[in-house]
């Protein structure tokens, strides 16, 4: 029997659904999913394996033009999908009219390997509406397959799921057959912290906040973490740590519940707070935090 395998690469605008398409195919919260835009800072690879077959999503971050360092090896990130992808998905949500970088766009109107258009949050519209964003979207691409979607309540996600499948090339695998995806289980820590800190912090925090876990000591029945949280100002470690330390305290609470489930084991964490100025924009601190690969 012939085995297929490919590399099914994501990319959008920010807050288009991207984490929750990829967490829905691989079964996993793999991605941070939350209101707020660029929550996705990485390339994130989850794999699907099957008896005949492995699909490597990739989501990536949301397309912007970039601020600073951090979000330039952010679009990094992005350009490096379209050098590896055997299928192209591009998800767009209802009500938008197009992409934020022209020259990304350009790419995915001339792509060369299959692309899937995937219209998201249809939930949220009416039929009229639908109908008029799928005419404007298949003009706008007309390389593209398009699909209606709702990845939060999973519909028309499997049809998608079976379509990519039938694009993939024969090839074997690329990882194990229990691989789930290609990031250490440090990384899992860093964004589940990080994931916290978007949801309880308003304005600049969670974008000044980096994550580093300095220990994951994993015996039988616990796993013991010692983290650090990187902010940019004195004045922000302030907020992060709360009156009386009740902010990091809620941090850690709810992040040790959603690594218990994730790993299946007893959680036990300890939260730092250290300042480390302007890392956003210090291309040794980003190299060291898995940015600028280059």
Request: glycine fraction near 4%; proline fraction near 4%.
């Amino acid at each position: 029997m012939s085995h297929k395998a490919g590399f099914v690469n994501i990319i959008g605008n920010p807050n288009v659904g991207k984490s929750t398409l990829m967490n829905a195919f691989v079964g996993e919260r793999l991605s941070i999913i939350t209101s707020k835009a660029q929550t996705t800072r990485h390339r994130i690879l989850g794999i699907v394996n099957g008896e005949d077959f492995q699909v490597l999503f990739s989501d990536t971050p949301g397309i912007i033009k970039p601020a600073y360092e951090l979000q330039n090896s952010m679009m990094d990130f992005v350009k490096s999908a379209f050098e590896d992808a055997d299928v192209l998905v591009y998800m767009v949500e209802v009500g938008e009219k197009e992409l934020k970088d022209e020259a990304f766009f350009n790419k995915i109107i001339h792509s060369k390997i299959p692309v899937l258009l995937l219209l998201n949050k249809i939930d949220k519209s009416n039929q009229e509406q639908l109908e008029e964003q799928v005419n404007l979207w298949k003009e706008k691409v007309p390389n593209a397959e398009l699909f209606p979607i709702s990845a939060l309540e999973n519909f028309n996600v499997t049809e998608v799921f079976n379509r990519i499948l039938e694009l993939l090339p024969e090839s074997p695998a690329y990882y194990p057959k229990d691989a789930l995806t290609d990031k250490p289980e440090r990384f899992f820590v860093n964004e589940t912290i990080r994931e916290k800190i978007l949801l309880h912090y308003d304005k600049e925090i969670p974008y000044a906040v980096e994550i580093e876990t300095e220990e994951f000591i994993e015996d039988e029945d616990i796993i013991r973490i010692k983290s650090v949280i990187m902010v940019e100002r004195d004045t922000q470690k302030g907020i992060i740590i709360g009156h009386k330390g009740s902010a990091i305290k809620r941090v850690g609470i709810e992040a040790r519940q959603d690594l218990e489930k994730f790993f299946g084991k007893q959680i036990h964490i300890e939260m730092f707070v250290k300042v480390n100025k302007d890392w956003r924009s210090n291309a040794y601190q980003l190299r060291r935090f898995g940015y600028n690969q280059k």
